[in-house]
C-alpha cells in the first residue's frame, strides 16, 4: 500500500501560469481533503469531498478548482497562479471506522509563484 | 465560527526535559486528534480522543482531552532528539471536518 501519494513533489510557475496537482489514495476512502500549510499559519482546508461525485468548499477556497475523478483520486487546479499561492500543499484522505477518523497526508506538493 | 488556539508557538527544551501543549476550543468537541509533522516532513496521526476526560498514554507520550471537551494537552516526558517537529491538534465539531491549531514546533537540544 502506497497510501496517498501526490504528484509532483515541486513545482515553480509563472505568475498567469496554470497547473493541476494530482492526489491519489489506495486505501479505499470516501473523503479526500486539500489542504495548504503556510509558515505560522497552520493547515488550513481548500477543499474537501465527502465522497466520490460530490466535493465543498473549505477554509480558503478562492483561486482554486478541485475535481473528485474517482474515488481514488482528488486533483486541484490552480487557474491563474498567484504569488500568494506559493505554499506547500498537502492531500489527505479518512475514513471513520469504529469511531475513529484518522487523516492520513500524502507527502506534500511544495509550489513556489515567481 | 469554531475557532482553536493552540500554546505555546514554539518551545525549545534540553533533552531529558518534559514538554507539554495545550490545544483549546471556543466550542465543545465531538473528538480531538494529535499529530506530528517531522521538518520537511507531512503530517502523521497520533491519536484520537473522544470522551470527556479521556487520558491515552503512548510510551513517553501522555494525552488528555479535558472534562468539558473543549480542551486537550499533549505531555511528553523526558523527551528525546527524536521528539523534535511540530504538534498539531485537530478538533472534530459536528461534522467531520478538522479545525487545525497552529501547531506548536520543538525544538530539543541534545
Known amino acids: 500500500n502506497a497510501g496517498v501519494t501526490q504528484t509532483p513533489k515541486f513545482q515553480v510557475l509563472k505568475t498567469g501560469q496554470s497547473m493541476t496537482l494530482q492526489c491519489a489514495q489506495d486505501?479505499?476512502?470516501?473523503?479526500m481533503y486539500w489542504y495548504r500549510q503556510d509558515p505560522g499559519m497552520g493547515l488550513r482546508l481548500i477543499y474537501y469531498?465527502?465522497?466520490?461525485?460530490?466535493?465543498d468548499k473549505g477554509e480558503v477556497p478562492n483561486g482554486y478548482n478541485v475535481s473528485r475523478l474517482n474515488k481514488r483520486e482528488f486533483s486541484l487546479r490552480l487557474e491563474s497562479a498567484a504569488p500568494s499561492q506559493t505554499s506547500v500543499y498537502f492531500c489527505?484522505?479518512?475514513?471513520?471506522?469504529?469511531?475513529?477518523?484518522?487523516?492520513?497526508f500524502g507527502p506534500g506538493t511544495r509550489l513556489t509563484v515567481l | 465560527g469554531q475557532q482553536v488556539m493552540q500554546i505555546p508557538q514554539y518551545q525549545h527544551v534540553q533533552e531529558g526535559e518534559d514538554f507539554t501543549t495545550y490545544c483549546n476550543s471556543s466550542?465543545?468537541?465531538?473528538?480531538i486528534q494529535w499529530y506530528k509533522q517531522r521538518p520537511g516532513g507531512h503530517p502523521v496521526f497520533l491519536i484520537q480522543?473522544?470522551?470527556s476526560g479521556e487520558v491515552k498514554k503512548q510510551k513517553r507520550l501522555t494525552f488528555q482531552f479535558g472534562e468539558a471537551k473543549k480542551n486537550s494537552s499533549l505531555h511528553i516526558t523526558a523527551t528525546q532528539t527524536t521528539d523534535v517537529g511540530t504538534y498539531f491538534c485537530?478538533?472534530?465539531?459536528?461534522?467531520?471536518?478538522?479545525?487545525w491549531g497552529l501547531g506548536t514546533s520543538l525544538a530539543v537540544n541534545p
Open positions: 489527505a484522505s479518512s475514513e471513520e471506522f469504529a469511531g475513529q477518523d484518522t487523516q492520513y
Open positions: 486505501m479505499n476512502h470516501n473523503s
Open positions: 469531498s465527502a465522497s466520490e461525485g460530490t466535493t
Open positions: 466550542t465543545t468537541l465531538s473528538n
Open positions: 480522543l473522544v470522551k
Open positions: 485537530g478538533c472534530a465539531g459536528n461534522n467531520r471536518k478538522l479545525i
